[in-house]
């Protein structure tokens, strides 16, 4: 196949065609260094630029202050469900807001490794919303609140940050990092596996504030530790480069092709808008998962009346080259992922594809 199809797949996403096509015209010799990116020692110069332009250009598109680090480690955002405890956990407890599967996973993790406590969960509910901050009370000697701003299998994502006071903020953002601008400062410690909007599997960028580096306790083996991992700027030992290399060309395509987390938190919006337009006009034949006001702009997920209906659905949609419109089993019924790379196109076609089908079927 050489047609690329419209590729609605949760994770790994989409990546921006021109950040393919380049990385595939310099794989085989990148310019100015006459072999591969994938070739070339992590230490030599010719690396040190791409993670530091990799780096350069996060902290300019989410304006990530001095006292923070920008991390580039392995083992995907799962692995942060564990470090995060081990690093900041001590002999204090967490708290954790969850509000769909991914929390879920984060907490469980949590308990292996010390005290974590469940302030608020959507469960009970199957995961439509987000607490309202009257509805959870953070104990203000928590030693950190965990959330995570947009869950990728039910569609759910926070209006705004959670209400937690003084208790530094963490935050699993894997599925909506650099899809808007954020306030950085809000939070102590930011992390997001790179393949759902970052780049490909492979690499977890983590943005932590300094003074949280500092709390690692010192029997920690030193890949788990975040002020190891800092005071080596991700070379502790050999980083994932391709998977940075890729993060570093998402980052400038951020920067200037689209020109900023504003104007692609606009486009972002106006894609899901559309989708969510079809889903609220079909009467009921489409019917989203999520509240309207913690609905996603990056999974849009819906169900259809009956789970024929929908196995008809993902077959037609799929023959006409929308891909990956599956639902997570856990949930069932459909999810579109509409990552930044997503072109308005793909949306236009899947709009056009749902009412054509609920005309011939509703
Ligand atoms: C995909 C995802 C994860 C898991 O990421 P891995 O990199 O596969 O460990 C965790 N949290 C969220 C919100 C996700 O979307």
Redesign the pocket.
């Known amino acids: 196949m050489t047609q690329r199809i419209w590729n609605f797949s949760a994770?790994p996403g989409v990546l921006p065609l021109s950040v393919l096509e380049e990385a595939q015209r310099d794989l085989l010799c990148l310019p100015g260094v006459g072999a591969s990116v994938l070739e070339i020692s992590h230490r030599s110069k010719h690396f040190d630029a791409i993670i530091q332009e990799a780096e350069a250009n996060l902290r300019r598109l989410l304006n990530i202050p001095e006292h923070y680090h920008v991390l580039f480690l392995q083992g995907?955002?799962?692995l942060q469900f564990a470090m995060v405890p081990m690093n900041l956990l001590g002999d204090g407890s967490a708290d954790y807001i969850i509000t769909g599967s991914?929390g879920q996973k984060a907490y469980k993790e949590a308990q292996l490794v010390g005290k974590a406590r469940a302030v608020w969960n959507g469960k009970e509910e199957n995961f439509v919303r987000t607490p309202r901050p009257d509805e959870y009370a953070i104990d203000p000697n928590a030693r950190y609140v965990h959330f995570?701003s947009?869950?990728?299998i039910q569609g759910v994502v926070f209006p705004a940050e959670p209400r937690v006071g003084e208790v530094p903020l963490v935050c699993?953002m894997?599925?909506n990092f650099l899809s808007c601008p954020i306030d950085v400062s809000k939070y102590a410690l930011i992390y997001a596996?790179a393949?759902?909007n970052a780049g490909p599997?492979g690499v977890?960028i983590v943005i932590i504030r300094d003074d949280l580096v500092q709390r690692a306790p010192e029997n920690l083996p030193a890949m788990l530790n975040y002020r190891v991992q800092a005071e080596n700027k991700s070379l502790y030992n050999t980083p994932p480069v391709f998977a940075i290399y890729i993060v570093m060309l998402v980052t400038r395509w951020l920067l200037n092709t689209i020109g900023g987390l504003e104007r692609m938190e606009q486009i972002n919006r106006q894609k899901a808008q559309m989708l969510y337009e079809v889903i609220d006009q079909s009467g009921g034949f489409y019917r989203g998962h999520a509240h309207p006001e913690h609905r996603s702009i990056m999974n849009v997920t819906w169900r259809l009346p009956t789970e024929e209906l929908e196995k008809q659905f993902l077959q037609e949609a799929q023959a006409q080259g929308l891909h990956e419109l599956k639902g997570h089993r856990s949930v069932g019924g459909c999810r579109a992922s509409i990552y930044n790379a997503m072109p308005i196109e793909g949306v236009q076609a899947l709009c056009a594809f749902m009412r054509e089908f609920m005309r011939r079927n509703g």
Do not use: C, F, I
């Open positions: 994770g995907g955002a799962s991914w995570t947009n869950e990728t699993d894997s599925s596996g393949q759902k599997a977890t």
